[in-house]
């Protein structure tokens, strides 16, 4: 139903539907602005999909729900969740409610394009913003073709710019209460437990300790997981319970290179999501084609060494340490993503597809763009890749950034009595630790078998 509201002097609708997808928070909401300016009230929706749910993992799994339930607190009780495929469950919802319109923050994954082009077809879907600073698609070379190298698309990302934050909060839109509709079946936010703080209010609490105390240094320490000075904001723009856009708008009044590097790290997930956008089967498959031909190890012994990965149990203390972190914490420093990344693909000659589902099953952050193409980065195969000869040594690697090995002494408690980097060189040594494995491989006949591997898919 439309009809002349007295005060405004404009046409509205008296219903609208504001459906939460990747931004579940309500300050810097363009997609509210956009909902208050055409229609009186405005319904609060989330679909579990069972899509996306599946796949997701207990830990992602709980974290959302500790975030709708905040988000479901701000809005006065008002959040409508419901399940199902929201191809059928959107359009049915307007028609129950009599919405004419459905506003979102656009989606550019491939599962999420592609779904939402299905919706716009029933609906009058207004896509306002999307959860990066830069939409994907946005920065261009002079031709108008996508960069695929980050270092141009940096400066261009740069040149570009983003909007300033969009000025909301939850009483930018009136609610309408979920309960008057009551043909719309509605599900329970399920009960969880979190192993990180999650949602808005926590977003915005350590986005500002980050600032106070961390952003400064950041250029020094983000290397080293011993320190573990990372912002760690990258589950809360998993969720969304916080813009980039808010968080460059405060990087901006701050010179230095901490500031600076941090830019930077924000600028690689709009890289990646540019790349996702414009390589939608990217998120499964090589994006460089010949890695096709890349021969993997298969059999019993290659189960085996799948599955020392996936416990921490390699013999090589930096990878296990980073592998425990991952199964403990539902979170990896990013230098030790690196490190266990091309233990997996270069020394096990195990896909990186296996890798990168049991991250996206694990991690808490995550998140396909930026973790497809983080694996496809360091297995060569991907847009601006490391090249494939540039292997890690899990040794040196850890001499050089958990130089005094705190890192894997918190982590593997079985390395303990060990002090200082020698922790790092066990497996080299050959000594005989109690409860933890000898080396499964040798790094140095891999990381030959792995050039043997390349040198033939390269011709
Ligand atoms: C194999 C592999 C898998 C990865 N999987 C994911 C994932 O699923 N989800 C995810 O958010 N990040 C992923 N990353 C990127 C990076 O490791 C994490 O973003 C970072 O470790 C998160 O910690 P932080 O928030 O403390 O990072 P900070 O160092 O504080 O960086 C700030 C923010 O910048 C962004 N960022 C930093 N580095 C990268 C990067 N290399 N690529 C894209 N964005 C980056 C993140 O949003 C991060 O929160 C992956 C990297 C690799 C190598």
């Not at 899509?51 to 975030?67: E, H, I, M, N, Q």
């Not at 710019?161 to 043909?183: H, L, N, Y």
């Not at 425990?324 to 420093?333: I, S, Y």
């Not at 991907?382 to 040594?393: C, L």
Request: charged content about 30%; glycine content about 8%; hydrophobic content about 40%.
């Amino acid at each position: 139903m439309v009809r002349i509201s007295a005060t405004r002097r404009e046409t509205v609708a008296e219903n609208t539907i504001v459906w939460f997808r990747r931004d579940l928070r309500t300050a810097d909401m363009p997609t509210f602005l956009a909902a208050a300016a055409s229609a009186e009230r405005s319904i609060g929706v989330f679909v579990f999909d069972p899509v996306l749910l599946k796949p997701s993992g207990v830990r992602r799994r709980d974290a959302l729900y500790a975030c709708l339930r905040e988000l479901d607190e701000k809005l006065g009780g008002r959040l409508l969740v419901i399940s199902g495929d929201p191809v059928v469950e959107i359009p049915k919802l307007a028609a129950l409610t009599g919405a004419k319109q459905v506003h979102v923050s656009a989606d550019f994954g491939p599962y999420g394009a592609l779904r939402d082009a299905r919706i716009a077809e029933k609906v009058d879907l207004v896509r306002t913003g999307s959860p990066f600073a830069v939409a994907p698609g946005r920065v261009t070379k002079d031709d108008g073709s996508p960069y695929k190298v980050f270092t141009p698309f940096f400066r261009s990302w740069l040149d570009h710019g983003w909007r300033a934050p969009a000025k909301t909060s939850a009483d930018t839109v009136a609610w309408a209460d979920a309960d008057t509709f009551s043909e719309v079946q509605r599900t329970e936010i399920p009960d969880s437990r979190t192993v990180c703080p999650v949602g808005e209010a926590a977003a915005l609490r350590q986005w500002k300790d980050f600032l106070d105390d961390g952003v400064a240094s950041y250029h020094e320490h983000r290397d080293r997981p011993d320190f573990d000075d990372t912002s760690r904001m990258s589950v809360h723009l998993k969720f969304g319970t916080i813009h980039p856009r808010t968080m460059l708008e405060d990087l901006a009044g701050r010179d230095g290179d901490g500031p600076k590097e941090f830019r930077r790290q924000l600028a690689w997930r709009d890289f990646y999501g540019d790349v996702l956008h414009h390589n939608p089967e990217s998120a499964r498959r090589n994006l460089d084609r010949k890695f096709d031909a890349m021969r993997h190890d298969s059999g019993e012994d290659a189960w085996m060494r799948w599955e020392a990965w996936c416990e921490g149990q390699t013999g090589y203390p930096i990878v296990d340490a980073g592998m425990r972190q991952l199964r403990d914490e539902g979170w990896m420093h990013n230098r030790v993503r690196m490190i266990v990344a091309s233990f997996l693909v270069k020394d096990l000659h195990l896909p990186w597809w296996w890798g990168a589902r049991h991250f996206m099953r694990n991690l808490v952050d995550g998140d396909l763009p930026a973790n497809q193409h983080g694996w496809q980065w360091v297995a060569g195969s991907g847009t601006d890749a490391a090249p494939y000869f540039r292997i890690f040594n899990p040794i040196t690697q850890g001499k050089r950034f958990d130089p005094d090995g705190d890192y894997v002494r918190r982590w593997v408690p079985e390395l303990r009595g060990i002090a200082g980097s020698k922790v790092h060189t066990v497996g080299d040594r050959g000594d005989k630790i109690e409860n933890y494995p000898q080396p499964i491989v040798d790094h140095k006949e891999e990381r030959r078998e792995a050039l043997d591997r390349y040198e033939r898919i390269k011709r």
